[in-house]
């Protein structure tokens, strides 16, 4: 009765409030999917690349095999999964299981261009540095690599005042926070869709 009472004396307001909370859910909903869609890829993946590394050590005494693994397994997934399965992506895989044999530590707030990013950094320390801060602070691919060309990390290592720093490179790249939708818009999800 006091909400009826409420909504009669500013029905705007009650409609407005109904809209957004309505809003409100879809919005959830699609991000949850977002997220999903992004964890079932990168975990997808890393087990391709763990079946590649294993597939290519047990063809040791069949190096013909072993040769054109890669060849083979690409043009049959493309054939059948679309083009998100090319030799390079596959190879993209195979060195994603090998930067990454731990499973706990790939993380699901990344999407797959961004380990794409991480896989050229050499160095697992500066690997994972960028990793967990791209994390901590949401950046997009493009504010990943943006920080990696302007050597954030290492000013991070040679930096007195680490915490300004941090607060530095935040600001930085406030306009190039990561958001759910990039990670639909992204040219690698769409291909392991087959969109």
């Known amino acids: 009765m006091i909400k009826g009472k409420l909504m009669s004396e500013n029905p705007q307001t009650g409609k407005k409030d109904f809209y957004n909370e309505i809003k409100n859910i879809l919005q959830i909903a699609r991000d949850n999917v977002y997220k999903q869609v992004n964890f079932i890829m990168v975990e997808s993946y890393w087990k391709i690349g763990r079946k590649i590394v294993e597939g290519e050590q047990n063809s040791n005494t069949r190096a013909k095999y072993g040769e054109h693994l890669i060849e083979d397994l690409s043009s049959k997934l493309t054939h059948e999964f679309g083009k ?14 090998n930067c990454f044999p731990i499973r706990q530590t790939v993380s699901a ?40 060309k302007e050597n954030a990390y290492e000013r991070f290592i040679i930096s007195k005042e680490q915490a300004k720093l941090e607060h530095e490179l935040d600001e930085n790249t406030k306009d ?7 990670i639909i818009k992204d040219d690698y999800v769409l291909e392991f869709l087959d969109l």
């Not at 998100?84 to 299981?97: A, I, T, W």
């Not at 794409?116 to 967990?132: A, C, G, P, Q, S």
Request: aromatic share 14%; glycine share 2%.
């Open 84 to 97: 998100g399965f090319s030799e390079r992506n596959l190879r993209n895989m195979r060195q994603f299981y």
């Open 176 to 182: 190039l926070k990561q958001t759910v939708k990039d």
């Open 109 to 148: 707030k990344l999407s797959w261009s961004h380990y794409i990013v991480l896989l050229k950094i050499e160095d697992e320390n500066t690997r994972f540095w960028y990793m967990e801060e791209s994390i901590k602070l949401n950046w997009s691919v493009r504010a990943l690599e943006q920080q990696i």
